[in-house]
């Protein structure tokens, strides 16, 4: 149902910040709720970070709450990812995803739609 395309990874050092976009096609990216997953090598697909349709309402993992911030602009149909404080345990590919439940979820078959994913490289 949309076409998500992600961009803005890349190396960081420990300690910086970087921003990730995901642009989505269509007319109805208001109607969809928002995460972003990430998968390191050897690891499973985990939740990072999603955002309700109209952006009032986002949910963290844990290990990302309080340095992460997720954002959308629906007149713009994109979802951001601010990352801040970056830890080389936060390098992976990191995936945008689009559900149509009403409400977040932190549960990856939620979501139906998703972005090819961005490399994220913190250096220690």
């Known amino acids: 149902q949309v076409q998500l395309v992600e961009s803005g990874g890349g190396l960081v050092q420990a300690g910086g910040s970087l921003r990730l976009s995901c642009a989505a096609s269509g007319r109805t990216f208001s109607g969809y709720v928002m995460g972003w997953f990430r998968q390191a090598p050897g690891k499973e697909r985990e939740f990072v970070a999603a955002i309700g349709r109209s952006g009032s309402s986002t949910t963290y993992a844990d290990s990302v709450k309080g340095r992460f911030t997720i954002s959308r602009d629906n007149a713009k149909n994109t979802v951001y990812l601010q990352m801040n404080s970056l830890r080389p345990e936060d390098t992976a590919v990191y995936y945008c995803?689009?559900?149509?439940?009403?409400?977040?979820?932190?549960?990856?078959?939620?979501?139906?739609?998703w972005g090819q994913g961005t490399q994220v490289t913190v250096s220690s």
């Open positions: 995803a689009a559900s149509s439940y009403a409400t977040i979820a932190t549960i990856r078959d939620r979501y139906h739609s």
